[in-house]
């Protein structure tokens, strides 16, 4: 079966300082990776999504970036924090556009 | 454009009591997911709608898909409290469309339930 990880649950940063968060599938080959940021009480917005590796859309302009080095590994990324940055950050997967994705438990941001 | 609108953006209601949400799109819909984020959880995937008219139930959850592909609602009947959270709507990338790759969630609607 699929499984997908995310790293580290809580995360408190101050402001200025670098980000990395992690995501690994497992279980399933090419499939297609999210991020998404979700603001306390708020909908999904969609930062970064990719279709192969290498293969980066960013939806947003923001001070966010993002890299798939492996099929199965997707990584968030920041040289300086924003305290705007602070949220909910949910890494998913999906087999194809159209298909159901299944999300990972999120990491919360908070930014001092 | 893409976008899908979800209303109510919240519901409260005595448990017991049933509930629905709604999802519209402006252009007809591909297909239709609903998702379910538990307060502190993370959006988990519950259906996916397809054909024009489609009805599906997941015992007190039933997914009604419009005729014409351009809405969809979700309705519960007789709410229980581990029906709280908030219920997600997501629309599919058309074909030949620019949002290939991608799903496009609507804002979601805010589900209590009082005992």
């Known amino acids: 079966s699929q499984t997908i990880h995310q790293w580290p649950a809580t995360l408190v940063q101050p402001v200025g300082s670098p980000l990395s968060l992690e995501c690994t599938v497992e279980?399933?080959?090419?499939?297609?990776l999210y991020w998404y940021r979700q603001a306390a009480g708020r909908g999904l917005q969609l930062l970064f999504y990719?279709?192969?590796?290498?293969?980066i859309s960013s939806e947003v302009p923001q001070n966010l970036s993002a890299s798939r080095p492996q099929d199965r590994q997707f990584i968030l990324s920041s040289k300086k924090l924003l305290l705007s940055d602070s949220g909910f950050y949910l890494c998913a997967w999906g087999r194809t556009g159209n298909q159901p994705q299944h999300f990972g438990d999120g990491t919360r941001l908070s930014i001092l | 454009g893409q976008q899908v609108m979800q209303i109510p953006q919240y519901q409260h209601v005595q448990e017991g009591e049933d509930f629905t949400t709604y999802c519209n799109s402006s252009?007809?819909?591909?297909?239709i997911q609903w998702y379910k984020q538990r307060p502190g959880g993370h959006p988990v995937f519950l259906i996916q709608l397809v054909k024009s008219g489609e009805v599906k139930k997941q015992k007190r959850l039933t997914f009604q898909f419009g005729e014409a592909k351009k809405n969809s609602s979700l309705h519960i009947t007789a709410t229980q409290t581990t029906d709280v959270g908030t219920y997600f709507c997501a629309r599919g990338p058309n074909a030949g469309g620019t949002s290939y790759g991608k799903l496009t969630f609507g804002q979601g609607t805010i589900l209590t339930v009082h005992p």
């Open positions: 279980g399933t080959s090419n499939p297609n």
């Open positions: 990719s279709v192969g590796i290498g293969q």
């Open positions: 252009t007809t819909l591909s297909n």
